[in-house]
């Protein structure tokens, strides 16, 4: 988790304390971040490499309320 939200950090900018829940399961996680900072996350962490891998990040189709 800790990797997870530097990553976070370093390719947006957003701060620590901005960034809710982190869920890990084995093949995903889920990442809560502030509603104006979703398309940012994604458009700068989509094909990140991240552990070696690279990255396919898109907003959850659940959380859409």
Sequence with gaps: R???LAAIEHEVGLDARD???IE???RF???EVPAEAVD???DRLDGVRFRG???HVRHDRAAAV
Aim: with cysteine; hydrophobic share 45%; proline share 0%.
């Design 53 to 55: 891998r690279k990255t």
């Design 24 to 26: 890990v399961a084995e």
């Design 19 to 21: 960034v809710g829940r």
């Design 40 to 42: 940012e996350v994604v």
């Design 29 to 31: 996680c889920l990442v």
């Design 2 to 4: 800790r990797e997870l």
